[in-house]
């Protein structure tokens, strides 16, 4: 059995004292926990940041402003070595929400003085006692939909503020058997390996079906929407993705984990496409455009059964010439 207890440890204390912080002791709160060279990267309009001040004053202290009371509703956590660097270092993942009261305009989202979830999935590498990088996905549609918004005109599938695992297991505060950890690594390799082609030659089901269950459950995100069973999700996102989509790279990847039956990887991006059969309402491009993406996992048996997914829509929209947040009044409903 592989032992993260150390690391897990850091980040639910980092959680504690984050999010339990009153607005003047933020920044400390990532001095303390942070190493010197620490690395955040973020989805739009954030994007990469190095400097704790910033990162502070950008994001948490204008976030905190405006959700007050926040909770956070965890329903995944888990550790691993990282694959990508032949498991020379470790990384903690969580997902969730982030929960409360939108009482203050948040990236010119105007409030609704109601109850609001941010949908966010977290990795961070643990360095030396110290959390080294953090990717830090966050689904802001999401967020305009509860607030009235409508920031995409021709989502896919069908938008839901998305539970946990069905099988309530997902917090792994405890560490899981290492055979465990690698049956679910080898079915998101197996998955990985299929979908980095799209290239087999068999019909997109079939495909489908050599790696995940036949009532499986994709939690896309906001604009794209979730999907349930092969074929509902083969026609409602991955054959219309796979129509929209040409020249697309390889995969890359910055971390790849797994821990008992839960499995995720991230990438800055994960790879580029164009969009060249338009996709989301959007017409045709050629643009080479970056995907950036974090992918949750959860296996039953040899298969996959549930995937929650990130998708920087918002950047990939600006890469595109449609910046949404600088158009929030033509996203009313």
Not at 37 to 50: C, I
Not at 66 to 93: K, P, T, Y
Not at 95 to 110: E, P, S, V
Request: proline share 5%; with cysteine; net charge neutral.
């Amino acid at each position: 059995m592989s032992e993260f207890q150390s690391e897990k440890r850091l980040v639910r204390d980092y959680y504690e004292a984050l999010d339990t912080a009153n607005y003047a002791e933020i920044t400390d709160v990532l001095l303390k926990f942070t190493a010197k060279d620490y690395a955040w990267r973020a989805f739009h309009p954030f994007g990469l940041m190095t400097d704790i001040e910033a990162i502070s004053d950008t994001f948490w202290r204008p976030f905190r402003r405006s959700i007050q009371h926040l909770q956070r509703r965890m329903d995944v956590f888990f550790a691993g070595n990282n694959f990508i660097d032949d498991g020379e270092s470790v990384w903690v993942c969580s997902m969730g929400h982030l929960m409360g009261l939108f009482d203050k305009a948040w990236l010119g989202i105007q409030p609704t003085n109601k109850i609001i979830l941010l949908r966010y999935a977290e990795f961070h590498k643990i360095e030396n006692g110290k959390i080294a990088e953090t990717a830090f996905y966050f689904d802001i549609p999401h967020l305009m939909i509860q607030a009235g918004y409508k920031p995409f005109k021709n989502p896919t599938g069908k938008h839901l503020v998305q539970p946990g695992p069905a099988t309530h297991d997902g917090l792994l505060f405890e560490d899981a058997p290492q055979k465990d950890s690698q049956k679910t690594m080898d079915a998101m390799h197996a998955m990985i390996s299929d979908l980095g082609t799209w290239q087999l030659g068999l019909p997109l089901e079939e495909e489908l079906k050599r790696t995940w269950h036949n009532d499986m459950l994709w939690w896309g995100p906001a604009g794209i929407g979730s999907s349930y069973t092969i074929e509902r999700y083969a026609k409602q996102h991955s054959g219309p993705f796979r129509a929209a989509m040409s020249d697309r790279s390889s995969t890359g990847h910055i971390a790849r984990i797994a821990e008992g039956h839960y499995s995720g990887f991230f990438g800055w991006p994960n790879f580029t496409a164009k969009p060249t059969g338009g996709f989301m309402g959007l017409p045709p491009s050629n643009k080479s455009c970056e995907f950036r993406v974090i992918d949750i996992y959860r296996r039953e048996g040899n298969k996959l059964k549930e995937n929650w997914v990130f998708i920087d829509l918002l950047h990939f929209f600006k890469q595109l010439n449609v910046d949404i947040l600088n158009n929030l009044e033509n996203s009313k409903k």
